[in-house]
């Protein structure tokens, strides 16, 4: 089981940023997928995340409005489009996937696999 993010970069304010999540080694759409990023000196936290029953999705409020997740099962990708970034964006972004049905998506501990990171940096 592997998680590959990519798609992270050097952009300015107002541009957009696609992130890519390929899974090997299990069918991405049968679990749920969650981005969660790190900026430098503080804590990961959830970006956002989508439900393997549903398709439902969840964001951070900092982010709602602007990014949008979804899965291209044809590919077992997870992408996140980013839009509208600001500099408080800036951030080491992992996908994960999550260990079982029904848990809390928010929560790194629901999560048994991770992307290894990408970084995105907002700057003018």
């Known amino acids: 089981v592997q998680l590959q993010a990519s798609g992270g970069g050097l952009v300015q304010p107002g541009d957009s940023l696609r992130l890519s999540c390929a899974a090997s080694?299990?069918?991405?759409?049968?679990?749920?997928i969650g981005w969660f990023r790190q900026a430098p000196g503080k804590e990961r936290e959830p970006v956002s995340c989508i439900s393997s029953k549903d398709g439902g999705t969840y964001y951070a409020e900092s982010v709602k409005g602007r990014f949008a997740m979804s899965r291209d099962s044809a590919n077992n990708t997870a992408t996140l489009q980013m839009d509208n970034l600001v500099p408080e964006d800036t951030a080491v972004y992992y996908c994960?996937?999550?260990?079982?049905?029904?848990?809390?998506?928010?929560?790194?501990?629901?999560?048994?696999?991770w992307g290894q990171g990408t970084l995105v940096t907002v700057s003018s």
């Open positions: 994960a996937q999550a260990k079982v049905y029904g848990l809390d998506l928010t929560q790194e501990s629901s999560y048994a696999n």
């Open positions: 080694g299990f069918t991405l759409d049968y679990y749920a």
